[in-house]
Nanobody
């Protein structure tokens, strides 16, 4: 059974930074493309960053230049470094396999105050 466990969220002031982590178990992590998603209250879940098996990254326009996705296959972990945060980044953040969505984890709450 695949498990996705996100952590690292919190309350931060605008302009601040956070680093999210997602530990994956139950699947061959190194062989899967991964992504970070977020969902704000009343809005649909959106994909904000993705990373291929080979480490190629892509970002939503709203976060490009501020967020960096990375992976450590030895630790079955995908990261999201978030810099220059704004209140619009306030959401619950989730990771998942972008080519075959698994059951969602609990997510990690990011709240950015102005």
């Amino acid at each position: 059974q695949v498990q996705l466990v996100e952590s690292g969220g919190g309350l931060v002031q605008a302009g601040g930074s956070l680093r999210l982590s997602c530990v994956v178990s139950g699947m061959l992590f190194g062989g899967r493309p991964m992504g970070w998603y977020r969902q704000a209250p009343g809005k649909q879940r959106e994909l904000v960053a993705r990373i291929t098996i080979g480490g190629i990254t892509n970002y939503a326009d709203s976060v490009r230049g501020r967020f960096t996705i990375s992976r450590d296959n030895s630790k079955n972990t995908v990261y999201l470094q978030m810099n220059n945060l704004t209140p619009d980044d306030t959401s619950v953040y989730y990771c998942n396999d972008i080519s075959l969505l698994r059951s969602w984890g609990q997510g990690t709450q990011v709240t950015v105050s102005s």
